[in-house]
């Protein structure tokens, strides 16, 4: 009997996160035939895997390729966005800066996630942690300050407790809950 576990089938989740990543490498300057051969490989893979048909394959190919060439057009620089998930994470903080996204999803688990904030990731973000443009006099029309006072009282608060001996995700996780309750 062999040591080697079955292999894992070929799921419509995963041909849609490989191809989504080789149209990515496609129109972010990856040689185009390489891309394509890639591409090419997990289409039979799927139909293979009788998962999806070589048209489905195609046409989910086509949208995503026309959605970031959009996305393109309109952001100019900026990261490609995530394949949208079928649950939990959808839309995740629109995509983009993956410091700010990586400091709000730490900040969130340690405020307990969705049962601990009693709100969704991207509810939390725009609460305590409003982006803004860089540079200028951003935000000078609400009196200069381009920080929230929410996020002010709530880096205040989570100091306070901070300094009185809990340890910062405890800190966090108290200090959401009283903004919240008022």
């Known amino acids: ?23 990515k490498g496609f129109l972010g300057g990856f040689p185009k035939n390489d891309m394509n051969n890639l591409l090419k490989d997990r289409i039979s893979k799927i139909e293979d895997a009788g998962v999806m048909s070589t048209e489905e394959a195609i046409d989910f190919i086509k949208e995503r390729a026309d959605y970031l060439k959009e996305f393109i057009k309109e952001n100019p620089g900026e990261t490609f966005p995530e394949l949208k998930a079928d649950g939990g994470r959808i839309g995740f903080l629109e995509g983009g800066d993956t410091k700010y996204n990586a400091m709000v999803t730490e900040m969130y688990i340690k405020a307990g996630g969705k049962e601990g904030t009693g709100m969704d990731i991207d509810t939390f973000a725009e609460k305590y942690f409003k982006k803004f443009s860089t540079g200028g006099r951003v935000n000078y029309d609400e009196g200069g300050s381009s920080v929230d006072p929410d996020t002010l009282a709530l880096r205040k608060r989570v100091e306070e407790l901070m300094d009185d001996g809990e340890t910062f995700g405890d800190a966090v996780r108290k200090a959401v809950k009283e903004l919240e309750n008022g």
């Open 1 to 23: 009997m062999s040591d080697v576990p079955p292999k894992k089938p070929y799921t419509e989740d995963i041909f849609k996160k490989e191809a989504d990543l080789f149209i």
